[in-house]
């Protein structure tokens, strides 16, 4: 119907995430008006501002595994949700000025993260058996992939090149000397898509850093946004007595029962997936998948017994991953003590009722729960192929 959805993404015109993005909406039918930005937080703030509809974010590398930050902006951004993902190949192309030649090539320019899927290429090819002395490669670490390719472009010295999507080389007249350079040739990257959740934010609640900063008190106990408070009493005394060697910040975080009901987490989820729906994104004709933050204590079965919630359902887990508790101070936590954990779990429910069932279950053995989407699962699978083995594997 001609429907335009603004889209913030990750980097400028031309990154592979902005190639991502097109794709994306274009699967779905929508037109897109763009703008590019150049950190994590930047997109996340301006869709949680409402400046934009939508953000597109890289969150995983088939060859280098998570993107740390993406995580740390979906806990900190607790207005933002997923609300869709794409999977993309990433042909990682060498590119220089028209008529220039990989011999010459003493310079090369991309994001750091590109440098590590393409480690064992650019030490087989410029090696000291391969290159002369004086031509030892030099990298340099741009923002991202179509920056590098504006760099070069800008140099105009044939002894620059850039590793960039093909798009971007069009996109700025380099010309392509070499394609599928990653160590993988196949190597694919998983983007998510986020929007600002009706009712998770907006003047009044807190739902930034700063408002949730001056809504908590240094004293209060740990809290995720939008669960109930502690209880006291003789049941608070239980559950911490039952663990005897936690810290006094650790206590107060176990100190906690939730008071939420199915209710309140169907409630969450579909405003999640409202919040999708009115951009044109549903999650109808394919899997639905949902992905969570979940915190507990280093205890015996801790992590066990979450799993257990899910296995005991049938329901696949595809993915579980782990970032130190620290990076989310103050965003979902306002205590916390080093080596402790918030773990994010991606899994296919089988209908959304069964999100709030199992969900549910999960909470009884969590300090902190919280949605962090619900979306159609779309990612490709693909056949790891042409990895660069040598002396030193995967070094840089």
């Not at 998983?190 to 907006?202: A, E, F, H, L, P």
């Not at 060697?245 to 939730?258: E, H, M, Y």
């Not at 997936?273 to 933050?293: E, P, Q, Y």
Request: glycine share 8%; aromatic share 6%.
């Amino acid at each position: 119907d001609g429907k335009s959805v603004s889209v913030s993404f990750l980097g400028i015109e031309g990154s592979f995430t902005d190639v991502a993005a097109t794709e994306f909406f274009k699967n779905v039918g929508l037109e897109t008006k763009k703008i590019g930005h150049k950190t994590f937080e930047e997109v996340f703030s301006a869709v949680e501002r409402g400046e934009t509809e939508a953000g597109v974010l890289p969150i995983e590398s088939t060859w280098s595994g998570n993107f740390a930050r993406c995580y740390d902006c979906l806990l900190r951004h607790s207005s933002c949700s997923i609300i869709g993902e794409i999977s993309v190949v990433d042909t990682h192309c060498l590119c220089g000025l028209p008529g220039s030649k990989k011999t010459e090539i003493t310079q090369i320019h991309t994001h750091p993260d590109i440098f590590a899927q393409c480690s064992s290429y650019l030490n087989m090819t410029w090696s000291n058996k391969n290159q002369p002395e004086n031509n030892q490669l030099v990298k340099v670490c741009e923002v991202d992939s179509a920056t590098a390719c504006k760099t070069v472009k800008a140099l105009q010295d044939a002894t620059h090149a850039a590793i960039c999507s093909i798009a971007a080389a069009d996109l700025y007249g380099l010309e392509v000397l070499e394609r599928s350079c990653a160590n993988d040739k196949n190597i694919a990257s998983r983007y998510i898509i986020v929007s600002r959740t009706k009712g998770g934010g907006g003047r009044g609640a807190a739902t930034t850093l700063e408002e949730k900063r001056a809504k908590l008190s240094g004293d209060s106990p740990a809290k995720l946004s939008g669960d109930s408070p502690a209880p006291s009493g003789e049941s608070a005394r239980t559950e911490t007595e039952a663990h005897p060697q936690a810290t006094p910040d650790n206590k107060r975080l176990l100190q906690r029962k939730s008071k939420e009901t199915d209710q309140d987490i169907a409630r969450t989820v579909a405003r999640i997936m409202d919040s999708g729906s009115n951009l044109g994104v549903t999650v109808n004709g394919g899997s639905l998948k949902c992905t969570i933050a979940v915190a507990m204590h280093n205890e015996a079965q801790g992590l066990f017994k979450v799993l257990s919630c899910f296995a005991l359902r049938g329901i696949n887990v595809t993915k579980l991953g782990s970032r130190p508790s620290s990076s989310a101070l103050e965003s979902i936590v306002t205590h916390t003590v080093h080596w402790e954990y918030v773990f994010f779990i991606d899994f296919e429910p089988r209908n959304v009722e069964v999100i709030s069932t199992v969900l549910l279950n999960v909470r009884e053995y969590c300090s902190l729960m919280r949605v962090l989407g619900v979306y159609k699962g779309n990612l490709k699978t693909g056949k790891v192929d042409r990895l660069y083995f040598e002396d030193g594997y995967g070094c840089q």
